[in-house]
């Protein structure tokens, strides 16, 4: 009987795939796809002046951490055995230049060293690069003349990201989608002596709705106008390849999508174009949407979140920046 192309072997009813799929020791052999607590990446929002941990209403079980509890949230999350996490910090003051983003005892960079000192090399540390928790309006950039000057913001982004790294940042993820944002930063850092340090590029960055409980979180939403003009209408794939295409010319070293759920095809598309690693953050809203589903008994969280996250893998992702990512390393270890 000549094999067929497609399956390699005849059909119904020679071929039964039940076979297959019979016990549970069957089928954990012949899984394609496996999510590793490797793959995940922690994100950490650390609020200046903060005196306790502050829950998040709108994400239950996450927390605003205040400084002085860093490192033993970093600890929590290494002994589940996740090797990256992402820093959000807000500060105490905000301005029109965002001159506490890269203030070199801001928030962000006295955590850095913090936990350095502690964990040494045993967790990789990145960065959020953006003003928009910085800035007194809310958006992205610097503002001149009631509009987001990309040329000008993009030296801040390079200060920015050049003091993360001399705090001791492993990688720095630029997220305001300045257009040359990359090139600028990668310049910034080569310049200072920072050849190592990675760029996580924020590269096809969608203008989504799903960012609103981050927004609210750390008060980012902009006072006047929206950010449509720098991030990506979630509509247009083409044009979020091209965006990917450029930060790859400009010195990427790994590639981000966001948000997660909603972008599974161009996180496939983008696996199957270049060979840089593949990052994608499930975001506030991704996170959000289940626990509020979970709370009200209408799903089992811990299977719809494993389902969700292996999904995200197998559209091609290297990493996960996800809030379920110590809840997913917990279940993983059972």
Do not use: W
Not at 132 to 151: A, E, F, L, Y
Not at 295 to 318: F, H, P, Q, T
Request: aromatic fraction near 6%; charged fraction near 25%.
């Amino acid at each position: 009987m000549k094999a067929s192309k497609v399956g390699g072997s005849a059909g119904f009813p020679v071929v039964r795939l039940r076979r297959l799929r019979r016990t549970p020791a069957i089928r954990d052999l012949l899984q394609e796809t496996h999510l590793s607590v490797k793959d995940l990446v922690y994100p950490i929002f650390i609020q200046a002046g903060l005196s306790k941990r502050e829950a998040i209403q709108s994400m239950p079980g996450i927390e605003k951490i205040p400084p002085t509890e860093i490192t033993e949230e970093v600890r929590s999350v290494s002994e589940l055995g996740i090797r990256g996490i992402i820093l959000f910090g807000i500060p105490l003051r905000r301005d029109k230049r965002a001159e506490s983003a890269f203030a070199a005892d801001g928030v962000v960079q006295e955590s850095i060293r913090k936990l350095r000192k502690q964990f040494g090399n045993r967790i990789a540390i990145i960065t959020d690069v953006c003003l928009c928790q910085h800035t007194s309006h809310g958006h992205c950039g610097i503002v001149v003349r009631g509009k987001v000057d990309n040329d000008i913001t993009l030296s801040t982004l390079a200060k920015v990201a050049t003091s993360h790294a001399e705090a001791g940042a492993d990688m720095v993820a630029p997220s305001a989608m300045m257009d040359g944002q990359v090139m600028a930063i990668r310049r910034g850092l080569d310049e200072v002596g920072f050849q190592d340090v990675a760029i996580i590029a924020y590269s096809a960055k969608q203008a989504s709705s799903l960012y609103s409980p981050f927004r609210e979180v750390s008060g980012t939403s902009p006072q006047f106008g929206d950010r449509s003009s720098y991030q990506m209408s979630f509509a247009n794939p083409r044009e979020a390849m091209r965006e990917i295409e450029l930060d790859i010319q400009e010195g990427a070293d790994i590639i981000m999508i966001k948000p997660a759920l909603p972008c599974l095809d161009l996180i496939y598309h983008t696996k199957q174009s270049t060979n840089l690693p593949v990052c994608a953050f499930s975001v506030s809203g991704e996170y959000a949407m289940i626990r509020a589903a979970a709370n009200r008994g209408l799903i089992d969280e811990d299977s719809v979140m494993a389902e969700y996250l292996i999904s995200i893998k197998r559209a091609g992702a290297d990493m996960i920046i996800t809030y379920h990512a110590k809840k997913m390393a917990a279940l993983l270890s059972e």
